[in-house]
């Protein structure tokens, strides 16, 4: 069951995710903001700065400053659990890191102008944010993948133009001047700590992520105090709290009890019979796994098995029967082991029945316990004894068999039976 549906920890971490895409939109839309606002104060400055070569290169960065704007804002848009999706992750970072480079290659485009320089603009600030960014989310490949293009970015400028032991031109001069103005420094500074802030944010979200999945544990180890392994790490709180109502179904059930576990057991050690019961638990357990039923409960040397709750009806039954005749197959090679030791051979009575049955779970606040009620689970115990005392190992109703059609040929039937507890005749059958 659980192989169909998300796990709990992807649940929690894909909830995180969009959490941060949504923290990362807004960083975006304030980034941009903070660009703009910087970008068009040098342009307000540049016949003061002797910039007016310049006004094509900034009239381009306040333009990606929009571009980089409309992103943050698209990023908000789709970070809610309805619409986000994981691949737009990367679809947002491929955008911003082609915002970037355009906003870089504008700095570098002129060949009079050292590429160094590039590195004197905020911009390239806005590299080392982005890396930061990557640390909200839990994307690992996505952060290697936007980080690698990056890095290889800065080497193309790095590289690019550097005129490493030329004299500076004074015009290279003059923009280096207004880079480190008031308005980029503390463009800088706001970034640098918006840096800051991002580490921690995502030290917090990462202490958070764990304290979560911590409870999430605890909530889902105390629930499989009263519901079965099989189902529970599949259940949500909704679905909890649906079967402290019940729900109503229609099941197989099934009853199977090792015949004469009295006079099995006196005859050998309680230590033996702790091995004999943990041994045939052990069988019943791993024949239900494979054959999509649930142990409800061990009773003593009993166990009450259900089918269905995933299938209908007619699923359930064959389900029910297939489940029945591979507990006495392997019980046959349990008891052969048996026999080579000197062990007395066990054998075993199933009944079979199929019908409508309340599942939930069953007791007050201080114990509770996940269960199958009604008549149809009363009748297939009823059949369990009937195969006791007409010698089978295997009794189904009538039913039962009708909903398995094909394949059911080998079972004979015994008539009808006045069943304990029931008013009416069942019609049964035993292999």
Same mark, same amino acid.
Not at 341 to 358: R, W
């Given at each position: 069951m659980a192989s169909n549906r998300e796990t709990l920890a992807a649940k929690i971490v894909a909830q995180a995710d969009v959490k941060a895409e949504r923290l990362i939109s807004v960083l975006r839309m304030a980034l941009a903001t903070m660009l703009f606002i910087g970008v068009s104060y040098v342009l307000s400055q540049t016949d003061v700065?002797?910039?007016?070569?310049?006004?094509? *290169? @900034?009239?381009?960065?306040?333009?990606?400053?929009?571009?980089?704007?409309?992103?943050?804002? &698209?990023?908000?848009?789709?970070?809610? &659990?309805?619409?986000?999706? #994981?691949?737009?992750?990367?679809?947002?970072n491929f955008a911003e890191v082609a915002i970037v480079s355009f906003q870089l290659y504008v700095d570098v485009s002129d060949p009079l102008t050292?590429?160094? /320089?590039?590195? &004197? %603009?905020?911009? /390239?600030?806005?590299?080392? @944010?982005?890396?930061?960014?990557?640390?909200?989310?839990?994307?690992?490949?996505?952060?290697? &993948?936007? %980080?690698?293009?990056l890095l290889a970015l800065c080497a193309l400028v790095l590289f690019h133009n550097p005129q490493i032991g030329m004299p500076i031109p004074d015009a290279a001069l003059i923009e280096l001047q207004a880079l480190y103005s008031l308005p980029p420094i503390l463009i800088r500074l706001i970034m640098l700590i918006a840096m800051a802030g991002?580490?921690? $944010?995502?030290?917090?979200?990462? !202490? !958070?992520?764990?304290?979560?999945?911590?409870? *999430?544990?605890?909530?889902?180890?105390?629930? !499989?105090?009263?519901? #079965?392994?099989?189902?529970?790490?599949?259940?949500?709180?909704?679905? $909890?709290?649906a079967l402290r109502v019940g729900q109503e179904t229609d099941l197989a059930v099934l009853f199977v009890d090792i015949r004469g576990f009295t006079a099995v057991a006196e005859l050998i050690s309680p230590r033996e019979t702790a091995e004999l019961l943990s041994e045939f638990r052990a069988q019943v357990t791993d024949v239900a796994l494979e054959n999509n039923g649930i142990v409800d409960k061990f009773i003593g040397d009993g166990a009450l098995l259900i089918f269905g709750l995933n299938s209908d009806i007619s699923q359930a039954a064959k389900d029910a029967l297939a489940c029945a005749r591979n507990i006495l197959r392997a019980t046959e090679r349990w008891n052969d082991?048996? !026999? %080579?030791?000197?062990?007395? #051979? $066990?054998?075993?009575? $199933?009944?079979?029945?199929?019908? #409508?049955?309340?599942?939930?779970?069953?007791?007050?606040?201080r114990r509770l316990e996940f269960t199958a009620i009604g008549t149809t689970v009363n009748l297939a115990s009823r059949l369990e004894e009937v195969a006791k005392k007409h010698n089978k190992n295997l009794v189904v109703s009538r039913s039962t068999l009708d909903l398995v059609g094909a394949g059911a040929d080998d079972f004979r039937p015994i008539g009808l039976v006045d069943l304990r507890g029931s008013s009416q005749a069942m019609e049964v059958l035993a292999l």
């Open positions: 700065a002797g910039l007016e070569g310049r006004l094509t *290169e @900034l009239n381009f960065l306040r333009l990606g400053a929009v571009a980089y704007f409309t992103l943050g804002a &698209a990023n908000f848009y789709f970070s809610n &659990a309805l619409r986000f999706r #994981p691949w737009m992750s990367w679809a947002f050292p590429s160094l /320089l590039a590195f &004197a %603009s905020p911009v /390239l600030l806005i590299v080392a @944010l982005v890396i930061c960014v990557q640390a909200l989310r839990s994307q690992i490949f996505l952060h290697i &993948a936007t %980080s690698s293009l991002l580490i921690g $944010i995502a030290v917090y979200q990462t !202490k !958070k992520l764990v304290e979560r999945v911590g409870r *999430e544990t605890e909530t889902a180890e105390n629930r !499989k105090r009263f519901i #079965p392994n099989e189902i529970s790490d599949a259940m949500s709180d909704l679905d $909890i709290e082991a048996r !026999k %080579s030791e000197g062990l007395c #051979p $066990i054998d075993l009575a $199933i009944g079979v029945h199929t019908g #409508p049955a309340i599942i939930g779970a069953v007791g007050d606040t």
